[in-house]
């Protein structure tokens, strides 16, 4: 799988939040995305997702141009900005209920996924019970339940405790191995440099590239 993105720009009446934006990603690495909050990394990860259109350029997906018609083709799992949840549910029984969409997994995976997180002890628990932190696990675990081809992570590690955060990025490291395509942003730096391959640094809607 590679992802290409073609002078994308993004604009909101007259301000342009991204501005002719150029990038490659491809399976089997991980890449960053570094940026104050605003410069428009959340934005661009909508934009990949299908959840913004562009103003202007193109996203080709293995040479082909995405758009809304092809969208559900892409094996594509995204955790942008914040989890969202029923509070009313456990953990557990919120994953059960997404699980149930495409019915591709059963209690199994979802055990799995909560166990590589960090989460598992509190499954049971209610949601709206839940730290900022075992929210953020969720959300990821949500992620990672159905085995995705691509990864995407906003502001992966917010709130979440160092060993958890060790785990779940041995696990990215791992999901690369496997061929994996996976794009993280996170404000912290250490964590961008122990993960990726490749950064992408957002300014003020202008994005340059940097190797690791």
Known sequence: MKIEVKNISKRFRNDFVLKDVNAFFE????????GRNGAGKSVFLKILCGLYK????????????????NLHLLNIRALI???????ELTGYENLRLLAKIQNKIGDKEINEALKDVNLYDEKDKKY????????????????????????????????????????????????KKDGK???????????????SDVIYYFDAGEVKKGEI
């Open 27 to 34: 399976s089997g690495h991980i890449y960053g995305l570094s």
């Open 54 to 69: 562009p103003s202007s350029g193109e996203i080709l997906f293995n040479n082909k141009k995405y758009d809304k018609d």
């Open 81 to 87: 900005e914040k989890p969202n949840f029923f509070p």
């Open 128 to 175: 709206s019970e839940y730290s900022l932190g075992m929210k953020q696990k969720l959300g990821i675990a949500q992620v990672l339940m159905e085995d995705p081809d691509i990864i995407i992570l906003d502001e992966a590690f917010n709130g979440i405790e160092a060993n958890s955060v060790i785990k779940i990025s041995e696990l990215l490291k791992k999901k």
């Open 181 to 195: 395509l996976i794009i993280i942003s996170t404000h912290i730096k250490e964590d961008l440099d122990n993960l």
